[in-house]
């Protein structure tokens, strides 16, 4: 396979973020708009009808299909089309339009990534029941499953994870279009009532409405000064860890076949040294500090050493979640991914302000959903 | 050889008819079903229909009586005990309720026919009777009928002696009434039809027929269960039963009287035959009986007795549909009170295996487990070769756990857990343990719980529970 095909062959030239949160007076097409419209200027787009020659969307809780994103922008007689990969599905639309836009069909796309789950009138996720023998499961219930051996195999508990959460919240004071903007302590967070050990309330992350967009171009149509490239993008199935005789639950395998693939695309061979920012899928505490360690940024086992030492903090060597993340930015399922693109392009172009990590080359984003039973990773970089 | 030594009926006269139920005037000729009026309920029709049966019989040689319905007013408290007393039966009897299934009736008449064959009773009174009640404007309301039949049970004098059945269980949620729903539920018809009765009546035919070297040819009258006329008809064309042969469902006269709709098929079938006939009587419900019968010279001695006949030539027609919706106690909105119909039934069927059964498979090609079922291994990707096991019996441990206090329980938190039984990894809650005393690798067992009551009925599956040992005597390593 040709991994290396899709390397710097497009450009991001603008991205586009409603404010997340509990929205309620607007409308996924109102979020749309906002996140699209945003998009466009940030890209120069004048003349959307004329300029974006497809669009990917993707959303969870409606059920509209794509017209609820065509209509809503007005684009007409050009392919839209909607994906679905749970929570991965914002990164699984930027891979649908990196390939169009790689294989010659397309000069310019649209993605947009949208989810009003605040719509159904019931706070969190809904509890799952489609069958009988499927327990009445929550994801919180999914990857809580991977504590109890972590713990007694690598030695770390509900006060390592809890750091993940006051870190995310931190930053996501300083995210203007953030949903939770308070700083949290550590006792705030092992006092919070518990979902399903070890995940008390503040290691879960917000459900909200929102929306993010991004325009994607033809790379060789950009100006190269600040020009900002997909170096790579992988979105990859993996078993379902509930059923998956070989399954550990010491990490998340989607994550790492993820990586693995994703770096090959964009020639990286020292993930640790070589990305500079990250957004990871902190759904919950711990599959943030799996991340760490199935994307190959630590060994594994040693989260708990680079956690204490601040590691993955504003400052320290390699920042992640600069937002607030899923945790404090919100967690929109299908806007996700997008969202965390808006981030990466904002730190790469140096425009983060307060959350500006120095010096940025290579920003990855990761998003785990399949239900959830896939990863997808976007690295990119500039010229 | 035991038989049956006299029958009888009863249907209630009142007739309610498709042009009423429309919101029409009556019309003569109008297809119809009887309905039990406000004073009647299936006990009082099983009296009658025992009334029936015991005329001209000596009610104090009756040592047994066997009442059978999906109906019974009571929850708790016995039908069979109240009509013995209406019928003044003898006080030294053997009684019992059969319910819950549609094929009640058959469950009580062969009872009653190995009680007498096994020499434990001489004489049992056998009343299968039910009125079910149907959604106001349903489908179901234009099938249903209300009636009762009964049959008197001996070892002596038979008009229809008992020469064989052939039964088989099946788990299919396809018509139910779980405690707290008024109306009978079902899923979608052709679901009902297609993996349930069809298929159901006919295994029920072609067992007994195999079972008695017989042809269905062999047999003079056929009484076919049917839930409605055309999967009746279809039933009746698939197993080959001669148009002269099939005996008249009365779909548009009487309705499908549940539990007793067999049984009265049977009592027609008996005032049709005449002595060296062989008639077949076939029903279905959570699975399905053939039994076949040949009747003999006493039929013809019994006379013209209140039968199917005699019931469904007396009749007065409902003139309003609110008239009937008042009589039941229903009002036009009460469908709207139904329960959604819940997890999907259909999955269920199909899933019986994993999940009632509690079964896993291995794969022939590498050996590998796993559950539930799997078309493709999910080791070495051999495709449809692998061997059922059954995990219910087997021993497991916990590979991981959360407590979790997200979902609504009366009692949080409930313990999930991974088990590893014989290799295949399943997520099953862990049971008869406090929540802090879970640890990675204890050793479980397996028990039959309800797991939640989605959709408003019980739903089935299994917990696992610490492992107890081996009961006293029970293994000897």
């Given amino acids: 396979m040709g991994r290396e095909v899709i390397r710097d062959k497009v450009a991001i030239t603008g991205v586009g973020c409603c404010p997340f949160g509990e929205n309620w007076n607007q409308g996924p097409a109102d979020m749309i708009v906002d996140a699209a419209y945003e998009a466009y200027a940030d890209a120069g787009i004048e003349d959307p009808q004329r300029q974006i020659d497809a669009v990917f969307t993707g959303s969870i809780y409606s059920n509209k299909g794509p017209h609820e994103c065509s209509d809503a922008l007005k684009l007409f007689n050009k392919p839209v089309t909607m994906v679905s990969n ?27 990534g949208y989810d009003k789950p605040k719509d159904r009138g019931v706070a969190g996720p809904s509890v799952m029941m489609d069958r009988v023998r499927d327990l009445p499961q929550t994801p919180a219930g999914w990857f809580a499953l991977c ?74 149509l950009v100006p190269p000064a600040g ?82 030492d601040g590691r993955f903090e504003l400052g320290g060597a390699l920042p992640v979640n600069t937002d607030g993340g899923l945790k404090a930015f919100g967690h929109p399922t299908a806007a996700t991914g997008v969202r965390m693109i808006y981030e990466n392009v904002q730190q790469l172009r140096g425009t983060a302000g307060a959350r500006q990590v120095p010096d940025v080359h290579t920003a990855l984003s990761h998003n785990i959903g399949g239900h959830p039973t896939a990863c997808g990773i976007a690295i990119l970089g500039k010229s | 050889m035991p038989g049956i030594v006299s029958y009888g009926a009863y249907v209630p006269p009142t007739r309610l008819d498709f042009e009423v139920m429309a919101g029409r005037p009556p019309r003569e000729g109008a297809g119809e079903r009887a309905i039990a009026w406000r004073d009647e309920d299936s006990l009082t029709m099983a009296v009658t229909a025992g009334v029936n049966c015991l005329r001209g019989f000596d009610r104090t040689c009756v040592d047994g009586v066997f009442f059978a319905g999906v109906t019974s007013p009571y929850r708790e408290k016995q039908g069979a005990a109240l009509i013995a007393r209406a019928l003044d ?10 319910s819950s299934s549609l094929r009640a009736g058959e469950g009580a008449l062969c009872a009653a026919l190995d009680a007498v064959r096994a020499g434990a009773a001489s004489c049992v009174l056998v009343v299968a009777s039910d009125c079910r009640l149907a959604a106001p404007g349903s489908a179901q309301e234009r099938n249903f009928g209300d009636g009762a039949a009964a049959f008197l049970v001996g070892a002596h004098d038979v008009a229809a002696g008992f020469e064989g059945g052939f039964a088989f269980a099946d788990e299919i949620l396809d018509v139910w009434r ?45 009484a076919l269960y049917g839930p409605d006329a055309r999967s009746q008809r279809a039933a009746a064309r698939a197993l080959g039963v001669a148009e002269t042969a099939l005996v008249d469902p009365c779909f548009d006269r009487l309705g499908n009287a549940g539990a007793a709709f067999a049984p009265l098929l049977l009592v027609g079938a008996l005032e049709r035959a005449v002595p060296g006939q062989r008639i077949l009587l076939a029903g279905y419900g959570d699975g399905g009986f053939a039994h076949a019968f040949r009747a003999e010279a006493p039929l013809a001695e019994l006379g013209a007795r209140r039968g199917l006949r005699w019931h469904l030539a007396r009749r007065s027609k409902v003139a309003r549909y609110e008239h009937y919706l008042a009589a039941r106690g229903l009002d036009a909105g009460s469908a709207a009170g139904q329960r959604g119909a819940g997890l999907s039934a259909t999955a269920h069927h199909r899933e019986r295996d994993d999940e009632i059964a509690f079964k896993a498979q291995r794969c022939l090609a590498c050996g590998a487990m796993q559950f539930p079922a799997q078309r493709v291994c999910e080791r070495c990707r051999a495709r449809d070769a692998f061997e059922s096991v059954r995990l219910s019996d087997k021993i497991g441990s916990v590979v991981t756990y959360t407590r979790d206090y997200f979902f609504p329980t009366p009692d949080p938190p409930t313990l999930v857990t991974i088990i590893d039984v014989e290799g295949a990894r399943v997520h099953l809650q862990l049971v008869n343990l406090p929540a802090g005393e879970v640890r990675l690798g204890m050793p479980v067992e397996f028990e039959f719980r309800r797991i939640h009551e989605m959709g408003g009925r019980p739903n089935y599956y299994w917990k696992a529970t610490p492992f107890a040992g081996p009961a006293a005597g029970e293994g000897s390593a």
Avoid at chain 1, 203 to 215: E, F, N, P, R, S
Avoid at chain 2, 192 to 210: K, N, S, W
Wanted: aromatic share 10%.
């Fill in chain 1, 86 to 112: 749970y929570c991965a599905t914002g990164t699984e639309a930027l891979r649908c339009g990196v390939l169009s836009i790689a294989a010659g069909l397309y000069d310019t796309v649209l993605i947009v």
């Fill in chain 1, 147 to 220: 504590a109890a051996t972590y713990f007694e195999k690598f030695g770390a508990g509900r006060e390592d994870l809890a750091k993940i959460a006051v870190k995310n919240h931190k930053n996501g004071t300083l995210a203007p279009n953030s949903f939770l903007k308070r700083e949290i302590t550590v006792e705030e967070v092992l006092a919070a009532r518990m979902i399903s050990w070890p995940f008390g309330l503040y290691d879960c992350a917000a459900q909200t409405d929102g929306a993010a967009a991004a325009v994607l171009s033809r790379a060789d």
């Fill in chain 1, 227 to 308: 020009r900002i490239l997909v170096k790579g993008v992988a979105v990859i199935a993996g078993p379902n860890p509930q059923k998956d005789p070989g399954n550990d639950f010491l990490s998340w395998k989607p994550s790492a076949w993820a990586a693995e693939e994703v770096y090959a695309q964009a020639g990286i061979d020292d993930p640790a040294g070589q990305v500079d920012v990250a957004q990871l899928h902190d759904c919950f505490t711990l599959t943030e500090l799996l991340s760490y360690e199935d994307l190959g940024f630590i060994e594994k086992g040693s989260a708990r050493e680079h956690i204490a």
């Fill in chain 2, 89 to 98: 039966l003898p006080r030294a009897l053997r009684t019992a309720d059969f």
């Fill in chain 2, 178 to 222: 779980a405690q707290h729903d008024s109306f009978v539920q079902s899923w979608e018809e052709r679901f009902v039809i297609q993996e349930g009765y069809a298929p159901g009546i006919q295994e029920a035919v072609r067992g007994l027929l195999e079972k008695q070297g017989a042809e269905i040819s062999d047999f003079a009258q056929v």
